[in-house]
């Protein structure tokens, strides 16, 4: 088992940042791949952005190019997401999960955390 806790999320304004942290415990969390996904009211649950155990290969979602960088540090166990340029769009609650797999795929990832909100204020 692997447990997830996400942190970070909160109110920015409209082309502000923020710095979303995911850390891993249980299992050894840096065998796995990771990725933030995430959802708003109404709407599937999206792809974000994925990187391998490794780090070398990260997937950024077209609409966050740019704008997110994914990141980890397999020392800490812990994944991160560096959101510059944040849209009203981009409000939502987002995921870290983990996984072994194709990183650009949703159904690679076992193990999700709570989530944390996300709101980007106009």
């Given at each position: ?25 249980g299992r050894t ?36 190019k740019g704008r ?8 800490k166990n812990a ?44």
């Open positions: 088992q692997v447990q997830l806790v996400e942190s970070g999320g909160g109110l920015v304004q409209a082309g502000g940042s923020l710095r979303l942290s995911c850390a891993a415990s969390s840096s065998g796995y791949d990771m990725g933030w996904f995430r959802q708003a009211p109404g709407k599937e649950r999206d792809l974000v952005a994925a990187i391998t155990w490794s780090g070398s290969i990260t997937h950024h979602a077209d609409s966050v997110f960088t994914i990141s980890r540090d397999n020392a994944v991160y997401l560096q959101m510059n340029s944040l849209k009203p769009e981009d409000t939502a609650v987002y995921y870290c999960a983990a996984g072994r797999g194709t990183i650009a795929t949703m159904r690679t990832y076992e193990y999700w955390g709570q989530g944390t909100q996300v709101t980007v204020s106009s």
